[in-house]
């Protein structure tokens, strides 16, 4: 039997929880072997800005710095 190793979920867009930014929009990736997700350093006025950057080629390539850093680290 093998055993599989667990995907981590998509980076995504949720609502920022920080009270000083409130009504805007984050977008967080799932790092492995860590707890939270790590916050991509940019605030979205809205839902679909943040999808949106999540989807171009500038956030992929965001993304792929952060996972490639974390992998560094670990």
Known sequence: MRNKQPKL??????????????????VLVPVPDRNKPHKVPLQFASLN??????HSADGRETIADILKDAAKRS
């Open 49 to 54: 800005e943040a999808e949106a950057w999540l």
């Open 9 to 26: 979920p998509p980076p995504y867009a949720a609502e920022t929880k920080d009270a000083r930014l409130a009504g805007t929009f984050e």
